[in-house]
């Protein structure tokens, strides 16, 4: 496989989409002593394929806004590659959306969805539309007209959307009724529902308890144990929320959480009614963190992010890109010992180069935080069934899938010191999975 050449020629069809441009590099140059040892797939020219997506549908979305002013945003979805099952992935709703985010968010979910043990294929969409400082109606009223054109693309056996950034369980409702009216059918298209129309339990807090799961493999693989650890997590959001708990119950303690407005220090600890705080805070939809500090008397920093504390477990759980060099200088001075992205491409190259020199246990995104759609497959299963799982069966297969997930990191990703890359590993294990279905279905 010559890296380079891919890249040059990605890089001249899609200049400037550096997200995107970013996440293929980083698969690419793990995956290459692996891929070169079969020749089979440079012959079907493997690489070249799976870095294209399947398809891309872009479309415009006009809504009426509570002052009866017409508000247009752009919608997407890319379906990226459906070897081995149905396009699954996220949307999000952000004003930084484009396509360079959501083709990166795409292409992770090819590997992620891999890893899950789940035969899911990877896809994602959104829009630039803005959920901050909506009301219901308007958020209503959006996501119903981006329904109105998505509906044609998706369906329960082609493409199984759910949330992400800026699209939870009520985003959810609203799109889902408008699929099952426009398509006269109830069949559990979208994922993360809520409870009364085919959501599963605990798909709200799977990305979190998830990647906590994982954490804590990572320390027992390493002959240490994740209790008494403290842990920064940044976000305040559905992922943030899902990791606190999970993370206060395994006997750790989270001090830190964070928002675009800075983030809060609170030495005591996150737990209890401080972590339920976090859902109502997210409900205001203002997007700030400091009401936290006054609430309940915590230290705020305003404008800066928490990677500068000294803590033993950073878990990068907002957005991507959201954990530098600079930051990661300031962990490893500080004797981190574990970095897990619940987030999307949390950190950027240079923060993993870094902390994979310092051998620091470093968990990325597409095994972490696989957790939540994994659990959007247990509700598609369950759809499918039409039955409904309790909490504790749900959990047990997510906890089972994160084993899974963690295995084959180990498999692939353990390097002659005994040092476990889990990035090599779980580029590796997902890229094979895929390779193999498209080797077998012939050149599509
Ligand atoms: O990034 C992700 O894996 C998600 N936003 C969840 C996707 C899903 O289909 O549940």
Excluded at 7 to 36: D, W
Aim: charged share 25%; proline share 4%.
């Amino acid at each position: 496989m010559n890296i380079e050449k891919i890249m040059q020629s990605l890089e001249a069809k899609h200049p400037g989409e550096n997200e995107y441009l970013q996440a293929v590099r980083e698969v690419l140059m793990t995956i290459e002593k692996e891929y070169n040892s079969h020749p089979e797939f440079e012959k079907a020219k493997i690489a070249e394929r799976l870095v294209e997506p399947d398809r891309i549908f872009t479309f415009k979305v006009p809504w009426v806004d509570d002052r009866g002013d017409v508000q247009l945003n752009l919608g997407y979805r890319i379906q990226f590659n459906n070897a081995i099952g149905p396009y699954k992935g996220g949307l999000r709703f952000h004003p930084s959306v484009n396509l360079s985010i959501l083709k990166f968010l795409g292409f992770e979910q090819i590997f992620k969805n891999a890893l899950t043990t789940l035969p899911m294929g990877g896809a994602k969409g959104g829009s630039d539309f803005n959920p901050k400082g909506k009301s219901d109606a308007e958020v209503m009223r959006f996501c119903q007209a981006f329904m109105l054109e998505l509906w044609r693309y998706i369906g329960p056996e082609t493409d199984i959307p759910a949330g992400d950034i800026g699209v939870g369980g009520r985003e959810i409702g609203f799109m889902y009724g408008m699929y099952r009216k426009l398509a006269r059918e109830n069949t559990g298209v979208l994922t993360g529902k809520n409870m009364e129309f085919g959501g599963s339990l605990i798909r709200p807090e799977a990305t979190g308890f998830g990647g906590l799961y994982f954490v804590k493999q990572m320390f027992e693989t390493a002959g240490m144990y994740i209790k008494d650890k403290t842990i920064a997590i940044s976000g305040f959001g559905n992922v943030a929320w899902g990791a606190a708990i999970k993370a206060t119950e395994m006997g750790a303690k989270v001090v830190s959480i964070s928002g675009p407005d800075g983030y809060i220090y609170d030495e005591n600890g996150i737990s209890g009614e401080k972590i339920e705080y976090m859902l109502e805070l997210r409900a205001t939809c203002n997007d700030i963190v400091s009401p936290y500090a006054e609430k309940f008397g915590a230290v705020f920093v305003p404008n800066r992010r928490p990677w500068e504390l000294k803590v033993d477990i950073a878990l990068p759980s907002a957005t991507q890109n959201e954990l530098n060099e600079e930051d990661a200088k300031h962990l490893i001075e500080n004797g981190v010992l574990c970095v897990g992205e619940i987030s999307n491409m949390g950190c950027t190259p240079e923060a993993i180069e870094l902390f994979l020199k310092h051998k620091i246990m470093y968990g990325p995104g597409k095994a972490v935080n696989a957790g939540g759609v994994a659990t959007s497959g247990l509700e598609m299963s369950q759809n499918a069934m039409h039955l409904s799982w309790t909490s504790t069966e749900v959990d047990a297969k997510l906890h089972q899938i994160m084993s899974e997930i963690h295995s084959q990191c180990v498999k692939y990703g353990r390097e002659s010191d005994g040092y476990i890359n889990y990035m090599k590993g779980a580029n590796i294990a997902g890229f094979l999975k895929v390779a193999k279905a498209m080797m077998a279905q012939g050149v599509l």
